[in-house]
C-alpha cells in the first residue's frame, strides 16, 4: 500500500455514545500516513467537535436519522431519498478506496454509491438487531458487505441467529479501554473527587453509569437499591445517562419516563443520585466502591471494562458481552438478569470483598490501540 487510501466513516449519530466513542478511537489510533479518513454526519455535535480537533476531514449531508419502519413516511423516505443523491454527488470527485458503517440506514443512504461503484465496505455491528433489521441488513451485507465486525461473539452469535450466509465474514473486535483515563485512585484520591463532585464521603457509593435504553436495567437496578436500603444505612446510590436517542425511537421515550416515576417513588431519596449525561465519567467512576451493570442484556458494556480498570468490584448480568472477556477474574459478581433479588445479594457480596479486588496486573484488559491495530489489518486484507 504505497499512497494513502481514502476510508468513508458513515456516522448516523453526532451525540457521544458508546459507538461513538469506538469511532473516534479507532480514527485516534489510525495510522494517518496510510489512512485518510472522512466521516459522514448529519450534522453539527460533540463527536464533530472531537473528530475536528484530531484534524479528521468533515463531511455533512442532511439525512434524517430515524427509525426504519419510519421510513415508511413519504416525506422522511423522499428527504432521504434526494440525501443519498446528494451524498453520491458530494463523492464523486473522492476517491473512496473503502466504507465503514454501523446502521442498516447508513446503508440505504450509501446505495446510490455502491450500487455501480465497487467499493469494498466493512459493517460494525454494535447491538442486537431485532428480526426484521436483521432480514434487511442480510440482504444488503450479503451482496455488498466485505466484513462484519462484531464488539463481542454474543452479538455475532445472535446475528449468525437471525440471518443465513454471513457466518465466513464475521470477526469479533472488542472495544478498549483508555488507561490514563480509567486506572485505581488512593482513597485519598476518592475523597478529594467526592468532594469536587459533591458526593458524600461517609457512605459506601454503588454507581449505575449508561444512558437510557429499552435493556439496560434501570428498574433492576433501583429495586435492588430499595431492597439494599432496608438493611443498610451506610449506601448511597448514583444513576449517571442521558437518553440520546429518545427523541428518535419512542420505545427509549416511554422507558425514560418509567425509569424518572420509578426514581420520583423511591423510599430512601436522599440516598439516591441521578445524573443525566456527563462528559467527567473517569472521576465520577474513581469515585465509586461497587459498579453495578444490571443490563437485560447487553452487546458489550464498555463501563465494565472501565470500571474494573479502575480497581472497582464489578457487578453484571450474566448476559453481558464483557463477561467473555472477564469472567473468572475476582472482582467480576455475576447475577441474574431482570432479577433485582439476585441483584441484591450479589452487590451484598461485592461490597464485603470491595477492599480485596483483584490486582490490576493480572488482568488484560483490550485497549483502544489494540482495537484500531485490529481493523487496520482488515483494512490492509481488504486493501491489498
Known amino acids: 500500500m504505497s499512497e494513502k487510501k481514502n476510508i468513508l466513516y458513515v456516522c448516523i449519530y453526532t451525540a457521544m455514545g458508546g459507538g461513538e466513542y469506538g469511532l473516534l478511537n479507532l480514527i485516534r489510533y489510525l495510522d494517518r500516513d496510510k489512512y485518510h479518513p472522512i466521516v459522514l454526519f448529519n450534522d453539527e455535535g460533540p463527536l464533530v467537535e472531537h473528530l475536528r480537533w484530531l484534524n479528521v476531514e468533515i463531511l455533512i449531508v442532511p439525512f434524517s436519522t430515524v ?17 443519498s443523491f446528494l451524498l453520491r454527488s458530494k463523492l464523486k470527485d473522492k476517491k473512496i478506496d473503502l466504507i465503514q458503517s454501523a446502521d442498516v440506514l447508513s446503508l440505504l443512504l450509501l446505495l446510490p454509491t455502491i450500487l455501480f461503484r465497487r467499493i469494498p465496505i466493512i459493517y460494525s455491528v454494535i447491538f442486537f438487531y431485532e428480526s426484521s433489521r436483521a432480514v434487511l441488513f442480510n440482504l444488503l451485507a450479503f451482496i455488498k458487505v466485505k466484513k462484519i465486525i462484531t464488539l463481542s461473539k454474543i452479538v455475532g452469535d445472535d446475528l449468525l441467529r437471525k440471518t443465513v450466509g454471513l457466518k465466513d465474514k464475521l470477526h469479533c473486535i472488542y472495544w478498549g479501554v483508555d488507561t490514563s483515563l480509567f486506572y485505581r485512585r488512593s482513597p485519598e484520591e476518592k475523597t478529594r473527587l467526592r468532594h469536587k463532585l459533591g458526593l458524600p464521603d461517609d457512605k459506601k457509593l454503588i454507581g449505575f453509569i449508561g444512558r437510557y435504553d429499552t435493556w439496560k436495567g434501570h428498574l433492576t437496578f433501583l429495586e435492588a437499591a430499595r431492597n439494599l436500603n432496608q438493611n443498610h444505612s451506610d449506601l448511597c446510590f448514583l444513576v449517571v445517562g442521558g437518553a440520546m436517542t429518545e427523541e428518535i425511537i419512542p420505545e427509549v421515550r416511554q422507558y425514560h419516563r418509567q425509569v424518572s416515576d420509578a426514581v420520583s417513588l423511591f423510599n430512601s431519596p436522599d440516598t439516591l443520585i441521578v445524573w443525566d449525561h456527563r462528559e467527567d465519567v473517569p472521576e465520577i467512576m474513581a469515585c465509586l466502591d461497587v459498579f453495578v451493570c444490571p443490563s437485560d442484556y447487553e452487546p458489550l458494556g464498555l463501563v465494565v471494562f472501565e470500571a474494573v480498570a479502575c480497581g472497582l468490584p464489578v457487578v453484571a448480568s450474566r448476559t453481558v458481552g464483557a463477561v467473555e472477556v472477564l469472567e473468572g477474574i475476582d472482582s467480576l459478581f455475576l447475577a441474574e438478569p431482570k432479577n433485582p433479588g439476585s441483584f ?27 482495537y484500531s491495530h485490529r481493523y487496520i489489518e482488515i483494512y490492509e486484507k481488504i486493501l491489498k
Open 67 to 83: 427509525m426504519l419502519k419510519q421510513l415508511i413516511s413519504p416525506k422522511i423516505f423522499w428527504h432521504n431519498f434526494k440525501a
Open 344 to 370: 441484591t445479594k450479589v452487590i451484598e457480596d461485592a461490597l464485603i470483598k470491595s477492599n480485596t479486588v483483584m490486582p490490576l496486573e493480572e488482568l488484560k484488559l483490550p485497549t483502544w490501540e489494540a
